[in-house]
């Protein structure tokens, strides 16, 4: 069982920056894809970033010049840095993370993963 645990949410000003952290616990964490993925009431859960075990990064569109995701396999902690943030930003965070074998691996899709964070608030106001 692979624990995730989510922090660094916050209130931030529209054109201000926030660093997510996850941590990740009970498994080897360089196993695993890692994801980020948002939510606001009343919508669907919406892919955010992804990456591999091997480092390959993907974007949703609408972030991709302004968030950046990283991985620290020794500290088996993923990260997203939001910059530039926006209003349409304002979501619960969610960390997700599905085991592979490929150190390829990546998915934008939340189906395929297997364990999930509580998540964290991030709210952008104007």
């Known amino acids: 069982q692979v624990q995730l645990v989510e922090s660094g949410g916050g209130l931030v000003q529209e054109g201000g920056s926030l660093k997510l952290s996850c941590a990740a616990s009970?498994?080897?964490?360089?196993?695993?894809?890692m994801g980020w993925f948002r939510q606001t009431p009343g919508k669907e859960r919406q892919f955010v970033a992804t990456t591999s075990d091997s480092g390959i990064r993907y974007y949703t569109d609408s972030v991709k010049d302004r968030f950046s995701i990283s991985r620290d396999n020794a500290k088996s902690t993923v990260y997203l840095q939001m910059n530039s943030l926006k209003v349409e930003d304002t979501a619960v965070y969610y960390c997700a993370a599905k085991a592979s074998n490929d150190p390829n691996y990546y998915s934008s899709g939340d189906g395929d993963y297997d364990y999930w964070g509580q998540g964290t608030q991030v709210t952008v106001s104007s």
């Open positions: 009970g498994h080897t964490f360089s196993r695993f894809a």
